[in-house]
């Protein structure tokens, strides 16, 4: 749950909005089988809406735990967020980088 609490703490500086609600962690189950079979296909960590804007989040507590960066944006590609967020409780380091570039590039972003 660390990490969440981080994410939410970062994510309290930021200007306020007309609306804020957060939900977390939410299992997802993409079809009607894996729902009824109780396995979810994944978990999100963290749901924001903001103002309209659908943000989802999967934090991390390091890099480490972030090292399938091409199957996380598989799943955000599937759940199509306005924002795919990725936050890691770790200073920016070179393999980092390279994660969130991969995840990036997978999703067809910048």
């Given at each position: 749950m660390t990490p969440l609490f981080w994410v939410l703490g970062?994510?309290?500086?930021e200007p306020m909005?007309?609306?804020?609600w957060f939900e977390g962690p939410l299992c997802i189950y993409l079809d009607?089988?894996?729902?009824?079979?109780?396995q979810a296909t994944t978990d999100i960590d963290?749901?924001?809406v903001?103002?309209?804007?659908?943000?989802?989040?999967?934090?991390k507590r390091s890099a480490r735990a972030?090292?399938?960066?091409?199957?996380?944006?598989q799943i955000f590609a599937q759940l199509r967020p306005d924002v795919a967020?990725?936050?890691?409780?770790?200073?920016?380091?070179?393999?980092?980088?390279?994660r969130f570039d991969t995840f990036c590039s997978c999703l067809g972003g910048n």
């Open positions: 970062r994510y309290q500086q909005s007309q609306s804020l009607a089988d894996a729902y009824h079979q109780g963290l749901t924001i903001q103002d309209g804007k659908v943000i989802m989040c999967e934090a972030f090292r399938e960066p091409e199957k996380a944006a967020l990725i936050a890691v409780m770790e200073a920016p380091s070179l393999a980092l980088q390279t």
